[in-house]
Each structure stands twice: as structure tokens, then as C-alpha cells.
């Protein structure tokens, strides 16, 4: 005879699918990315979420910055671009809005730079869209 339905086993099962789930989809480690289609040059462009990931390109633009001069600090940067340029493992061009702090005075900014060329380009007006992002990388970051 078979066993007795038990309720409580069906909710342990529902509860590992769930945790599968998440853990499999990359939810609860936080690297979830959105993709933004780009058609200048029919690319597709990542956000980068990761924080640790966010920390390094962050670093990077602030190495930029003090290349090209500027006094300050870029910090607390939102959601990163990531725009390939090319073929895969080749370079790449950043960008996002982050806080440019400098004399005291902290203002929302969009940054963009790439990692071969040495782009580098600081915009105090932006339009906060996922296409003027992507646009604006584009027009002054992009190459390689």
C-alpha cells in the first residue's frame, strides 16, 4: 500500500526547489545584470551590479580622473555599463552616474572611461536612461 500523503514533506521539497532556484540564477549573490541594446553598432550592453565589481570600476575611473588632471574623487557609483568593444575578452568601455566630490562640493555626474585606450570623459548634465548612458559611452568612451 502507498504511503500517506504528508503536507509537510511537500513543503521541504517546494522549499530546495526555491533555494535551487535562486542560488542556480545568481539572485542571492547579487550578480544580476540588465541588458540594454544598443543599435549604433548593434551591441549589447551589461549593467554591472556585482558590488565588489562596482568597487574596481569605480577605482578605475578615479584613476582616469587623477591621469587627466582633475582634482577630487568620483564615489558611490549606480549601476555600471559595460560595453564590449569588439571580440570577446578584448576591451571594454565603462560608464556610470556616480558622485564627483571636489572643494567641498559633491555633485551627481556621468563618468565613462575604457581600459585600453585611456578614454576619459566627465558629463555634469546627463539624462538618467539606460539609452543616454549607453549613448554617452559611446559618443565619448568607446574604442580600442
Known amino acids: 500500500m502507498d504511503e500517506a500523503y504528508k503536507p509537510s514533506a511537500a513543503r521541504?521539497?517546494?522549499?530546495?526547489l526555491l533555494i535551487a532556484f535562486f542560488i542556480l540564477?545568481?539572485?542571492?549573490?547579487?550578480?544580476?545584470s540588465r541588458e540594454v541594446e544598443w543599435k549604433g553598432n548593434e551591441s549589447v550592453v551589461r549593467t554591472i551590479?556585482?558590488?565588489?565589481t562596482i568597487i574596481k570600476r569605480?577605482?578605475?575611473?578615479?584613476?582616469?580622473l587623477k591621469r587627466k588632471g582633475y582634482a577630487g574623487a568620483i564615489k558611490n557609483c549606480s549601476d555600471i555599463y559595460d560595453f564590449p568593444v569588439g571580440v570577446a575578452n578584448g576591451n571594454h568601455s565603462f560608464g556610470s552616474v556616480c558622485t564627483y566630490k571636489h572643494n567641498q562640493i559633491a555633485e551627481k555626474v556621468f563618468v565613462c572611461n575604457d581600459m585600453m585606450v585611456g578614454y576619459f570623459?566627465?558629463?555634469n548634465e546627463f539624462t538618467d536612461?539606460?539609452?543616454w548612458k549607453v549613448k554617452a559611452i559611446y559618443e565619448n568612451c568607446y574604442g580600442g
Request: net charge negative.
Open 25 to 32: 540564477s545568481g539572485f542571492s549573490i547579487g550578480v544580476f
Open 12 to 16: 521541504v521539497s517546494i522549499r530546495y
Open 129 to 131: 536612461t539606460d539609452q
Open 58 to 64: 569605480t577605482e578605475s575611473f578615479n584613476e582616469s
Open 49 to 52: 551590479e556585482d558590488p565588489k
Open 121 to 123: 570623459s566627465m558629463l
